[in-house]
């Protein structure tokens, strides 16, 4: 089982990272005060932070020696003594869009008319945009239906979204930073990753219909973002890559590679049944091309960065990782296994993100405030 | 004249928090030291941190109890003794659009042929995205021509922009924080912002051009986005508020207000001759607005927010804020007052933001880097 870290506390004692290894928890503070994690620069206050950045700045060296030591390591906690908190102190979040059936199908909804439905950068780019940083919050927090401003019949109007819905994603976790005005290669990419969780990029559909023109999503995703409590390292699961789809047209050479996907198998769940089944090697582009594309115009890398890989499609019609797919923006109501029909979300559902590896990523839609 | 706060550096010394008053520099840890900020709790450590943030997150109360001691306090330094930084740690980067003048200029050069050069939901709400604020740097640092990929003849290329703009705004700079899912009304916005500074947001408008649809503004964006090395608390600016446009149709009840906007005279120069003068009154929606709109969905605002008014024009041709208007997109090169012609700027250029009550913002370009 793949170990993975995060944050946690406990009654009248101090947020400390804790490594989660067979379902148990290691108190990696306390091993550090132990002397037992020699290997890792000034483990003492690195693992006494609030967060894994101080951790995640230190590089794969200390990481990779803080994976060996851990099967030797004690002093553990039952998962179930231990309050999860937000494992990362979130620098920039940038939201991809990357798995072309996602991409293809969005196109065929939106501009049903159009002869290609995807944009025409989607095959020469990663696209991408900044979401916001501030509300990304961990597995098990309540996500309350967002209000915004909606297109109406007879014109705008202020309420609550009447079209919430989930976005199943990859997160790749930064943990090396670069320097301002030296671009990553993507042979070198990798060396920047910490870890990976699962991400719900929870939207609001009719919110972000109204003012995605002209300059992007901006509400309609701001009100929360929710990651997985622990983050699984990226060395254990270098060896669940395989080839990715051929890349036709090959990209310019600052986004050439032989693109590697991760072969880890996902899940939707809705009220305790699944909704959707699909797999992260779905993504067209890799995380190496990503971080390239995002550091080619000079923008460094910051420990904590979160890059989104976009919402996790198949081909198939039970592998659609949003229910704007699953539903076609609620044209094919479809049916859930314990009986009834969805379109988007109700209050009062409950949402579980789960993968291979991963920790899961669990949220309650709680109903709209009166304000 | 208004006094403003930064971060700065003596040679061999620690960075530390300093008021800028009269022209010459106030160290405040030093002050603090000397027990003669006892008004601002907790001042030993919040004016010997290396940003404002923890001063900014005290609140209004703290922020006029210290600007009521400033002229009191004596342990001052010559501007030329000291070098200025980053005055704060960026929390979550918005950068709006809320000059009318620059948005139909955009709508009139990109969208010919249309009737009616805003977009639709312009009037109904502050159209914004959220940028990268890993890249926010202080006046003076300077500016690589960035590499980017670009719409070429033949298809997609990879190279230096030739067409990098500047954008001249107000930023506004977020003290208190406020709590996830509760909206800031526009009543109480203004009790969150700590000040002012002026923002040039760095533009690449081929890289732009080619990414922005279907997801918005992105590496064109990311390099760079220059701030004043000082903010000006929002407080002695208050009275210079006047009136602004008339908004019609009136907006929705959630950003209703009397909108005030500051009457602050701003100028664009390029290597030394004034291309540009215009004013922070020819924005459209208000900061108070811009604070209720980013909210309204939940959303939290955190210490060190930083929103971006967008590119401030007025509505004469001198008083366009960027080079995409001045030029018209290259269309119309303008001609600078010493001689000679200008499109987009070309290497060795230096472009300052000025403005009355706030630090200038400097930043010269320098050649793309050979990657």
Same mark, same amino acid.
């Given at each position: 089982v793949t170990p993975r870290f995060g944050v946690f506390r406990r009654e009248g004692e101090p947020a400390r990272v804790g490594a989660l290894v067979e379902g148990r928890v290691v108190d990696m503070a306390a091993a550090a005060r132990a002397g037992r994690l020699t290997g890792v620069p000034d483990a003492g206050a690195?693992? +006494?932070a609030e967060s894994l950045n101080p951790f995640m700045a230190l590089?794969?060296?200390?990481? +990779? $020696?803080? #994976?060996?030591?851990?099967?030797?390591? !004690?002093? &553990?906690?039952a998962l179930d003594e231990v309050e999860p908190l937000l494992p990362i102190e979130v620098a920039d979040y940038v939201d991809f869009y990357s798995s072309r059936h996602h991409a293809e199908n969005a196109g065929r909804i939106f501009r049903p008319d159009a002869d290609e439905p995807l944009p025409p950068n989607w095959r020469s780019l990663p696209v991408g945009y900044h979401g916001r940083a501030g509300t990304v919050v961990p597995s098990g927090t309540p996500i309350v239906r967002p209000q915004g401003q909606l297109r109406g019949g007879g014109g705008p109007e202020h309420g609550p979204t009447r079209a919430l819905d989930i976005e199943l994603e990859l997160g790749f976790v930064i943990g090396s930073p670069s320097r301002r005005g030296q671009p990553v290669g993507v042979g070198e990419a990798l060396e920047h990753v910490?870890?990976?969780?699962? #991400?719900? !990029?929870?939207?609001?559909?009719?919110?972000?219909?109204?003012? &995605?023109?002209? %300059?992007?999503?901006? %509400?309609?995703?701001?009100? $929360? &973002? +929710?990651?997985?409590?622990?983050? &699984?390292?990226?060395?254990?699961l270098l !060896?669940?890559?395989?080839?990715?789809?051929?890349?036709?047209?090959?990209?310019?050479?600052?986004?050439r590679t032989e693109? #590697?996907?991760? !072969?880890?198998? %996902?899940?939707?769940?809705?009220?305790?049944?699944?909704?959707?089944?699909?797999?992260?090697? /779905?993504?067209?582009?890799?995380?190496?091309?990503?971080?390239? /594309?995002?550091t080619a115009n000079g923008a460094s890398l910051r420990t904590g960065d979160l890059l989104g890989s976009g919402t996790i499609s198949g081909p198939e019609r039970?592998?659609?990782?949003?229910?704007?797919?699953?539903?076609?923006?609620?044209a094919e109501p479809f049916e859930l296994p314990g009986g009834g029909t969805r379109t988007y979300l109700e209050d009062g559902d409950e949402v579980v993100l789960s993968g291979e590896g991963l920790a899961e990523v669990r949220g309650v839609v709680q109903p709209a405030v009166n304000t």
């Amino acid at each position: 089982v793949t170990p993975r870290f995060g944050v946690f506390r406990r009654e009248g004692e101090p947020a400390r990272v804790g490594a989660l290894v067979e379902g148990r928890v290691v108190d990696m503070a306390a091993a550090a005060r132990a002397g037992r994690l020699t290997g890792v620069p000034d483990a003492g206050a690195v693992f +006494s932070a609030e967060s894994l950045n101080p951790f995640m700045a230190l590089g794969r060296e200390a990481w +990779s $020696a803080c #994976l060996e030591r851990l099967p030797e390591l !004690d002093a &553990t906690l039952a998962l179930d003594e231990v309050e999860p908190l937000l494992p990362i102190e979130v620098a920039d979040y940038v939201d991809f869009y990357s798995s072309r059936h996602h991409a293809e199908n969005a196109g065929r909804i939106f501009r049903p008319d159009a002869d290609e439905p995807l944009p025409p950068n989607w095959r020469s780019l990663p696209v991408g945009y900044h979401g916001r940083a501030g509300t990304v919050v961990p597995s098990g927090t309540p996500i309350v239906r967002p209000q915004g401003q909606l297109r109406g019949g007879g014109g705008p109007e202020h309420g609550p979204t009447r079209a919430l819905d989930i976005e199943l994603e990859l997160g790749f976790v930064i943990g090396s930073p670069s320097r301002r005005g030296q671009p990553v290669g993507v042979g070198e990419a990798l060396e920047h990753v910490f870890g990976l969780v699962l #991400l719900n !990029d929870w939207s609001a559909r009719d919110i972000q219909a109204w003012e &995605t023109v002209p %300059l992007g999503p901006f %509400l309609g995703k701001s009100f $929360a &973002t +929710s990651i997985g409590a622990w983050v &699984t390292p990226l060395e254990p699961l270098l !060896d669940r890559r395989v080839p990715g789809e051929v890349q036709a047209p090959p990209p310019l050479d600052y986004l050439r590679t032989e693109p #590697l996907v991760f !072969d880890l198998g %996902l899940e939707v769940s809705l009220n305790g049944a699944t909704v959707a089944r699909t797999n992260a090697r /779905h993504l067209y582009w890799t995380v190496e091309q990503q971080i390239a /594309h995002l550091t080619a115009n000079g923008a460094s890398l910051r420990t904590g960065d979160l890059l989104g890989s976009g919402t996790i499609s198949g081909p198939e019609r039970e592998e659609r990782g949003c229910f704007l797919e699953l539903s076609w923006n609620g044209a094919e109501p479809f049916e859930l296994p314990g009986g009834g029909t969805r379109t988007y979300l109700e209050d009062g559902d409950e949402v579980v993100l789960s993968g291979e590896g991963l920790a899961e990523v669990r949220g309650v839609v709680q109903p709209a405030v009166n304000t």
